[in-house]
């Protein structure tokens, strides 16, 4: 199983890259979004992969992080949501967007992706609406992980030890990625307080869904 391609950038086509690595290259199969996030060719670049097979058929899809990822596994676990189709919502809402759809039972963004009809949105809903506080906690997660890293200092900049601080609790990890969550959401910065401070919960994700109930409407 190919997880990850790394290497440089051949050439791009409409629905396709093709990634040179180590004198092998591999064609992989993005959204919409994911190409026009890609550099120009020649660039290195570097994308998770899933690889689909068929008895005709063998195809690498790429994406850009893991929630992406996990977001095109899931889908195409739905019944009547092949490789194809999963990339479309993808590809019209972004990771963040899908998880934002589904947690809220939105089904007519899904079905505002290409050639996803009712019937099939109103099933990636249903079917998938419980999976998505555990893919919200890991985009939270990554994001969190991306704005910690920072740049090294200039060379003629002064460098000023600092005290090392004590990492974070657990719990607290867990609740500030559920509040990220939710902010990304819609919700606002206190509603997402709130009901994250009432959860109950071990991880992210359970923290997450026992918010979502707490804001859910009532009546």
């Known amino acids: 199983m190919i997880g990850k391609v790394s290497g440089r950038l051949d050439y791009r086509m409409g629905d396709h890259v093709l990634i040179e690595a180590q004198g092998v290259g591999y064609i992989v199969h993005c959204s919409d979004r994911t190409l026009a996030a890609m550099p120009g060719e020649g660039a290195q670049v570097a994308l998770y992969t899933e690889m689909v097979v068929r008895e005709d058929l063998m195809q690498l899809y790429g994406f850009l992080t893991l929630a992406e990822k996990e977001w095109h596994r899931l889908l195409t676990s739905v019944q009547g949501v092949g490789a194809k189709a999963a990339l479309a919502i993808l590809g019209t809402l972004g990771p963040d967007g899908t998880s934002r759809a589904i947690a809220l039972g939105d089904a007519a963004a899904i079905k505002a992706a290409p050639g996803i009809g009712p019937k099939i949105a109103a099933r990636v809903v249903n079917e998938l609406q419980d999976k998505a506080p555990a893919l919200m906690a890991l985009g939270a997660s990554g994001a969190r ?21 004590p990492p974070p609790p657990a719990d607290g990890i867990a609740r500030a990625d559920a509040l990220s969550a939710l902010v990304n959401l819609g919700y606002s910065q206190s509603e997402a307080a709130t009901a994250v401070a009432s959860a109950e919960g071990e991880d992210a994700s359970n923290l997450i869904r026992a918010a979502l109930k707490a804001l859910a409407p009532k009546g």
Not at 145 to 165: G, H, I
């Open 145 to 165: 992980q991306a704005m910690a890293a920072t740049p090294a200092p200039a060379p003629d900049a002064p460098v000023v030890e600092a005290p090392a601080a």
